[in-house]
T-cell receptor, first 114, second 114 residues
Framework: AQSVSQHNHHVILSEAASLELGCNYSYGGTVNLFWYVQYPGQHLQLLLKYFSGDPLVKGIKGFEAEFIKSKFSFNLRKPSVQWSDTAEYFCAVNARGGGFKTIFGAGTRLFVKA | ETGVTQSPTHLIKTRGQQVTLRCSSQSGHNTVSWYQQALGQGPQFIFQYYREEENGRGNFPPRFSGLQFPNYSSELNVNALELDDSALYLC?????????????FGPGTRLTVL
């Protein structure tokens, strides 16, 4: 069965610090990978996704993620966080040809101190 | 463009009762997925509807059922409610086509079972 593991449940950073949120998945086949974000009081929204091509993908608001197939990982990064990045971040995966069933990780709550 | 809407916002039920949650998908989206998000967890896939038929299901018992209507709106029905059904229920819609198409989430319905 597919699963997604996010390494940190809570992260606290100061503004301008660099961010890396870990995500590992378990599935032997080809996958599509996603990072979703939920800002306080808002809906879940897509930050970025990978489905093929360049394993380094760029998303909105300066976020990027790197797919490392050999490590089953899809870590999210941002060189310099802002207070407005305070949110909960979810890594998600669905299997290519798997009928759209999307598995989410438990989420990482990021708090950025101004 | 109207986003995904859900009703009601909050609901309180008692054990053994039945509940119906509603979702209106984003314009042009004919695929709707339902998720259960327990406190402190990521969304868990319940099922997906495409062209009024269920075409994917997660590990949820048959007392979780759904419908999709010709206008692509959807309902989630839960029978014989249990305390563990207390959660945020999210609806997400997407355009037809690829599994990596972005899902657009609604604000959710908070269900409390007493």
């Amino acid at each position: 069965a597919q699963s997604v593991s996010q390494h940190n449940h809570h992260v606290i950073l100061s503004e301008a610090a660099s961010l890396e949120l870990g995500c590992n998945y378990s599935y032997g086949g080809t996958v599509n990978l996603f990072w979703y974000v939920q800002y306080p009081g808002q809906h879940l929204q897509l930050l970025l996704k990978y489905f093929s091509g360049d394993p380094l993908v760029k998303g909105i608001k300066g976020f990027e993620a790197e797919f490392i197939k050999s490590k089953f990982s899809f870590n999210l990064r941002k060189p310099s966080v802002q207070w407005s990045d305070t949110a909960e971040y979810f890594c998600a995966v669905n299997a290519r040809g798997g009928g759209f069933k999307t598995i989410f990780g438990a989420g990482t709550r990021l708090f950025v101190k101004a | 463009e109207t986003g995904v809407t859900q009703s009601p916002t909050h609901l309180i039920k008692t054990r053994g009762q039945q509940v119906t949650l509603r979702c209106s998908s984003q314009s042009g989206h004919n695929t709707v997925s339902w998720y259960q998000q327990a406190l402190g967890q990521g969304p868990q896939f319940i099922f997906q509807y495409y062209r009024e038929e269920e075409n994917g299901r997660g590990n949820f018992p048959p007392r979780f059922s759904g419908l999709q209507f010709p206008n692509y709106s959807s309902e989630l029905n839960v029978n014989a409610l249990e305390l563990d059904d207390s959660a945020l229920y999210l609806c997400a819609s997407r355009k037809p086509g690829q599994e990596y198409n972005e899902q657009f989430f609604g604000p959710g319905t908070r269900l409390t079972v007493l």
